[in-house]
């Protein structure tokens, strides 16, 4: 075997984000031992994701059919879109089990200092969506906590008044498991902001 | 009075420097999984780029230190020729309420891209820091008192924020030594309605050479146009603010500015084009 087939798997694997040489070059002599046919199914996922995958024709989730498996869900709440900023964090709030409705994926942020302006997110599918559909009664805003999805926010804010619809943003504040001496004063200001009574659950 | 400690370089063996300095954050670029690269006006070495090392996880130490308009006292640490890794970032205004309003940040942000565009990195410059200080400072105040104000009416609030920003833009031109002479022909001083943005200025029918004239057309520009232009860079900055120009006035001297800016930087403002699209 030559050197060559190694080093191209090493810099194959360093492509990828947070794998560094020796990451790569771990898992490449990692890759080697394993049995051919594990290695042949990880090789299958890989294609098979770049072939299949395509976005969800309602909520630009990533799919493999027209509809993705929550849109295409009868029991998911019609009256809540959830909006967010990629796939990935739509899976995130999945993994709570504790949202039932929908979501709708903007495929960005907006950012006036890159030139990201509306028209390149998917906020007037967003708009169509909510016109047509007739049943949304609220949009929840889970973009980033940060300037561009706080800009965001506040453009879909105002775009949304004119429909009537409720328009809540997700709260801000401390992470659970931190310490409030570690945080910085913004974030304490916004968990301050959004604080809430405590309730007798005796 | 600054503490002098708040401005200091120490240097080892290896020549890695340890900077200490107050930041402007004017922009960031996501580098990796949670990295950033973080632009900064500096007071020390004017606009420098650093590196941070993954201030977008949730428990990360930098906090909301990085977000784009901070004013931060910041510690660095690199060689000289290389991006430094920022250490340690300590808000000391965060200028969160002008995030937080869609139109004062979209507005900060073009005074940022065209300060970036035109400052070239590491020449420090304490009187463009102090200006832009001054300007995030004097906006931060008005949001304050807007929303004091019983005035519902949005568009008003909205226009005077488009006079506002303008003056600040055309006085960071002024400061930048790019501002175009609107008052006046450039060669002969005779006054002039014509501007002529590949020239930087207005010329009379006279000096506007028969090759000047042929390349592109000029801008019309009305008294009002001129007058407020002057005002905006003659008068101290909390009374030109109380101007109350006609919009249009405001909009002509805006395409006047932005047609400067692309001639100046052989593209269009991409801030420009994001405000011409909301």
Known sequence: MSNGIVENLINALMKLPGIGRKTAQRLSFYIMGMPADEVKSIAGALLEIKEKARFCRLCFNITE????????????DKSSICV?????????????????????????????????????????????????????????????????GETTAQYLSQVLKPLGIKTTRIAQGLPIGGDIEFADEVTIAKALEGRKEMTDNN | MRNKRDERTTLNAKNEMLT???????????????????????????????????????????????????????????????????????????????RESFKDFTYASKLIEILISITPEGIPNKKLFSFLLGVLNFAEIQITKNSKLRTKNWDLRNKNKDTMYLIFQVRLLVMLGYAPRLKGCGKCGVKSPDFYPHI???????????????????????????????????????????????????????????????????????TSEFLAKI
């Open chain 1, 65 to 76: 059919d027209e509809l993705c498996a929550i849109c295409s869900d009868p029991a998911r």
């Open chain 2, 20 to 98: 200490r300095t107050e930041g402007l954050v004017l922009r960031t670029q996501q580098y990796g999984e949670a990295d950033l690269i973080v632009t900064y006006l500096t007071l020390s070495k004017g606009i420098i780029k650093a590196f941070a090392k993954s201030p977008r996880k949730t428990k990360s130490r930098f906090g909301s230190s990085m977000e784009p308009l901070t004013y931060a006292r910041i510690s660095l640490w690199g060689k000289e020729q290389s991006m430094p890794r920022i250490t340690q970032s300590d808000i000391i205004n965060s200028f969160c309420s002008l």
């Open chain 1, 84 to 148: 967010v900023e990629e796939p990935s964090n739509l899976i995130v709030i999945e993994r709570t089990k504790t949202y039932k409705g929908l979501y709708h994926v903007l495929l960005g942020a907006l950012s006036p200092i890159d030139g990201i302006t509306p028209e390149k997110l998917k906020i007037n599918e967003l708009l169509e969506r909510i016109k047509t559909g007739g049943e949304v009664a609220e949009v929840i805003i889970a973009t980033n906590p940060n300037t561009k």
């Open chain 2, 200 to 270: 930087g200025t207005a010329l009379c029918g006279r000096c506007a050479v028969p090759s000047v004239k042929g390349r592109e057309l000029p801008l019309r520009l009305t008294d009002s146009t001129i007058n407020f232009y002057s005002h905006s860079i003659e008068w101290p900055i909390n009374i030109s603010t109380r101007l109350k120009p006609h919009h249009e006035t405001v909009s002509r001297l805006s395409s006047v500015m932005d047609e400067h800016l692309t001639y100046l930087l052989g593209k269009k403002l991409m």
